[in-house]
């Protein structure tokens, strides 16, 4: 029986690759959402295709969020000449789900070293400029997030995402408006794959990820289907790592 659900897991696999233009799709078994043994495995499949691309002196940008922190928990390898950086500063999010934070621990894991954003959150775009204009550190940094090896980032649900952020009910009521069901690196999007509202931060913005070697993104549960067809839909995205339950939802989808 579980041969039999491993190779429809392939077969799907194969079919989400053509489907939603990636080069990779991994599916792990079960739902995330409802089994926490299955976000740790979530985590685990994650870590692993970053130990597959991860090479000597690369940059690595990761996003924030409960996924990520998985991921984060999951690296059981060491590569000390990489450096771990946020994907995007200022999203607004606990601590703990913060790409900052991410990526430290993720650096600690790794034996490498991080460099982190330290900027305010919601703040306008010409006080970010600013900011940016008057501090060479953050400089180096921003210029280090756009060149990155290897990009891995969460997908949320745009109204979860908006509320978790502390975002205002009138943004929260236009991002719906817009038709946002998907949300990564502070921006959202909508089917079949078009940004419709930004949070403004310094960082890696979805229509700007050309210049990035490898894009890893982990999302599962079924809740998130449309969430990840939108965000696979804005363009270079590479590599997706998924469950079951959510590449099904998917699949009716599509
Ligand atoms: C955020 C990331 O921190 O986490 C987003 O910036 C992502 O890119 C989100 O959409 C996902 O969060 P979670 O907790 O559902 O993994």
Redo the contacts with the bound molecule.
Sequence with gaps: EYIRLLHGLVTLETELVEKLNLKQVIIIPGDSEADSAVRRELGRAAAGVLNQHLGDNMTVAV????????VAEAISFSMPSTTVVP??GG?G?IVE???NT?AAVIAGKLGGRYRLLHIPDGVSEETLEAILAGDAHLRTVADAIRHANILV?????AV??AE?RGVPAETIAEIERRGAV??????YCALPGKVVYVTSSIGLRLDDLAEIGTVIA??G?SA?AK?ILA?AGTGRQDVLVTDEAAAKAIQLLI
């Design positions: 996003s924030g969020g409960s996924t990520m922190a998985k994907a995007r999203l999010e789900y913060q790409a991410i980032h969460g997908i949320g649900e979860e995402m978790r998907g949300e990564a690196l502070g921006q982990v999302a549960g998130k969430a965000v």
